[in-house]
């Protein structure tokens, strides 16, 4: 079993949340850590207000956090890929990240145009040739800040930590791996290993977007994202890539909640029904068009 921690955003200080949520999984940061990846969650070009996206500010608390456990001169890249129905030059400017990399003096890193390296890996007793960005090949720590979402494909029911990583996928097209998704998830997960998922939970999608002031940490990305399941309401058992992933050695199905209960936040997250989720979908069909209208995509 692994400790999966669960910490309430007081106000607006993201950098006490995260470090209490470190701590109660009694996680240190090595000194001698010289380049850092930050992957977090930019699946669209969707506003940290929808709850779909890693919020900057939080990216920006955990920046602190790491210089002042490590050095000041720690090389910290934060990372995504293009998508086919999203490109990073636009999601790093309208989510953001353009200014906080500004501000705070870290690299943006699309892996699409990063060097790369072919890694073979077999999940079950099929083979997968994958490509291994150098930009994450070569980071002495790699820190997943994942969202808790739904998704309805293949069975994943939820994604948090595990389906965040398939963002590190160079190949624009991922949508060729969507007949095999749950097997190229754990894939990418085996290929390259993050050491921590640090969950943004302040604002939570579900169906409509609501604040939920959470903050989950460890180091276990299985473990954090069966607590996930269990606060969106849904039963981890009946998500088959969960254990696919233990099968394989990703981490435990079984974890240990510390902090805050989950049953709190379970009671506060906005659950699916049948008339919510179609409302969400159409909220997501206009936003989707607006942004496309925006940056000129349609």
């Known amino acids: 079993?692994?400790?999966?921690?669960?910490?309430?955003?007081?106000?607006?200080?993201?950098?006490?949340?995260?470090?209490?949520?470190?701590?109660?999984?009694?996680?240190?940061?090595?000194?001698?850590?010289?380049?850092?990846?930050?992957?977090?969650?930019?699946?669209?070009?969707?506003?940290?207000?929808?709850?779909?996206?890693?919020?900057?500010?939080?990216?920006?608390?955990?920046?602190?956090?790491?210089?002042k456990k490590t050095s000041n001169n720690v090389d910290i890249a934060i990372v995504e890929s293009d998508a086919s129905a999203m490109k990073c030059r636009y999601a790093f400017r309208l989510l953001g990240y353009e200014k906080l990399a500004k501000d705070y003096g870290v690299r943006l890193v699309n892996l699409s145009e990063d060097k790369k390296k072919k890694a073979i890996v077999t999940v079950g007793e099929k083979i997968y040739s994958l490509l291994l960005p150098q930009t994450i090949a070569e980071a002495d720590l790699k820190i997943n800040v994942p969202k808790i979402k739904y998704m309805d494909r293949s069975g994943i029911?939820?994604?948090?930590?595990?389906?965040?990583?398939?963002?590190?996928?160079?190949?624009?097209?991922?949508?060729?791996?969507?007949?095999?998704?749950?097997?190229?998830?754990?894939?990418?997960?085996k290929v390259m290993p993050f050491d921590l998922s640090i969950v943004d939970g302040n604002v939570v999608s579900g169906i409509s977007p609501i604040k939920l002031k959470l903050v989950m940490a460890s180091k276990d990305p299985v473990a954090i994202d069966v607590?996930?399941?269990?606060?969106?309401?849904?039963?981890?058992?009946?998500?088959?890539?969960?254990?696919?992933?233990?099968?394989?050695?990703?981490?435990?199905?079984?974890c240990i909640p510390v902090g805050e209960s989950i049953e709190y936040f379970k009671e506060r997250y906005p659950r699916r029904t049948l008339r919510r989720k179609l409302m969400g979908i159409a909220y997501k069909a206009i936003v989707r068009t607006k942004l496309s209208n925006k940056i000129g995509l349609n």
């Not at 309430?8 to 000194?31: C, H, M, P, V």
Request: glycine share 6%.
């Open 1 to 67: 079993m692994s400790f999966v921690s669960l910490v309430r955003i007081a106000g607006s200080d993201f950098q006490r949340a995260i470090t209490k949520s470190l701590d109660l999984i009694n996680y240190e940061f090595d000194d001698a850590v010289a380049r850092v990846v930050i992957k977090p969650n930019m699946c669209y070009y969707w506003d940290k207000s929808t709850g779909q996206t890693t919020d900057p500010a939080f990216i920006g608390a955990l920046i602190e956090i790491i210089r």
């Open 157 to 189: 029911k939820i994604t948090c930590a595990l389906k965040n990583l398939y963002g590190c996928i160079p190949y624009a097209k991922k949508f060729r791996y969507h007949p095999f998704l749950p097997e190229v998830i754990v894939a990418i997960n």
């Open 227 to 254: 607590a996930a399941a269990k606060i969106a309401g849904e039963n981890p058992r009946l998500i088959p890539y969960f254990s696919l992933a233990y099968r394989e050695g990703i981490g435990n199905k079984s």
